[in-house]
């Protein structure tokens, strides 16, 4: 039995000894990127998937940028790269047929509130799917438990206009929530 | 009346993520301004009712720690943990091999009496170090042949990796089949001489 841990092709290795600034970025940021990645998507394994081709394009930009400017780009692009995941929709389509035939099917304790759980997950997502990048990463960034001046960096904003850009942000979740579903926030 | 507040900074001040001069006064603010006050309190119920939203999303495992990269400064552990293994499953490799090379010397079989065999095995058993010539000159006599490995446990070994592991002065050399898992599963005992 061969068992097949990962393939690297060739053109897409990286020299990673001689790259010690990725090692840094990538031991600060990963955990965050996949966490954030994670809660818009409801896949971790997607959100790896997604977050390991981010780092490898991040790789290749150290020419052209540098410092905080890296970083910026780096959760810009992983949080257009989920947002364009989220709006396939193929996830969601899954998730539904799953809690439409298994759950129900099975019965089992819980079953309806897990279904319901899903369906205000679903929603959650296609609100942020549906806003503009920068909010909705502001938003999941929070909702991970970042501090104002992690999301000052990780945005590329000073970190004296978090607060102004986070109730902007919030205003906008809860006005596009509320024309899609009702009042029920 | 101070100067009201914006949203901006009353809702990082809901956050508590103000300098503590500014988180104050801006409290003492509030107890004045009755529309900042307001203004507050719908920031601060909004804000709750998204992060109430937002934790919906929590359905996905917890991002706990990066996959672990092999630090460099571990290596060394790594290697001597692996060296460890490996000296072990050459010891029991010493003590068992010499067991199956003694029952196989045809002159213990043209003995006059049957039971001749068993005989040598005893002590063998009971003291393997002088043994352990005998094993060394017949791995050299032999031809290294895949029956010649020895089994170190029963696990079904479909697919492996050989190894070949050897003492510091270069005497003796094993060949270890390590299967999937990273185990040794069989041995032989090869020299260079």
């Known amino acids: 039995m061969d068992i097949v841990i990962g393939v690297v092709q060739p053109a897409e290795e990286i020299a990673l000894d001689q790259v010690p600034w990725f090692d840094a970025l990538f031991h600060a940021h990963y955990p965050r990127v996949v966490g954030m990645l994670g809660r818009l998507m409801g896949d971790r394994g997607q959100a790896e998937e997604i977050a390991a081709d981010v780092f490898c394009k991040l790789a290749r930009q150290r020419a052209e940028r540098d410092g905080d400017g890296l970083t910026a780009w780096l959760y810009r692009v992983a949080i257009n790269a989920g947002l364009d995941a989220v709006r396939s929709n193929t996830g969601r389509k899954w998730r539904e047929e799953a809690a439409g035939s298994g759950s129900l099917r099975t019965a089992a304790p819980g079953a309806l509130d897990q279904l319901l759980q899903q369906e205000r997950c679903a929603r959650v997502q296609d609100v942020l799917a549906a806003m503009k990048p920068r909010d909705a990463q502001l938003l999941l960034l929070r909702a991970t438990g970042c501090a104002y001046r992690e999301l000052a960096q990780a945005l590329g904003i000073q970190a004296g206009s978090v607060g102004t850009l986070l109730a902007r942000a919030e205003a906008e979740f809860e006005r596009r929530y509320r024309s899609r579903y009702g009042d029920d926030v | ?193």
């Open chain 2, 1 to 193: 009346m101070k100067r009201c507040w914006p949203d901006g900074d009353l809702r990082a001040f809901r956050d508590g993520e103000l300098p503590r001069e500014r988180q104050e006064r801006i409290a003492g603010h509030l107890e004045a301004c009755g529309a900042c006050g307001a203004r507050y309190r719908e920031l601060s119920e909004r804000a709750a009712r998204v992060s109430t939203l937002m934790a919906m999303l929590q359905e996905t495992a917890p991002t706990s720690a990066i996959p672990i990269l092999p630090a460099r400064a571990h290596h060394g552990r790594q290697w001597a943990v692996a060296a460890l293994s490996l000296a072990a499953a050459m010891a029991v490799g010493f003590v068992v091999l010499p067991k199956r090379d003694m029952v196989r010397p045809t002159p213990v079989a043209k003995a006059p009496a049957p039971v001749a065999p068993v005989v040598p095995v005893a002590p063998v058993e009971t003291a393997a170090v002088p043994a352990r010539p005998v094993a060394r000159h017949a791995a050299t006599r032999r031809p290294a042949l895949r029956e010649d490995f020895l089994r170190l446990d029963d696990e079904p070994l479909e697919t492996g990796t050989v190894v070949r592991i050897g003492a510091e002065n270069g005497d003796v050399q094993a060949d270890l089949i390590l299967g999937p898992d990273g185990r040794a599963h069989a041995i032989r005992i090869v020299s260079n001489r």
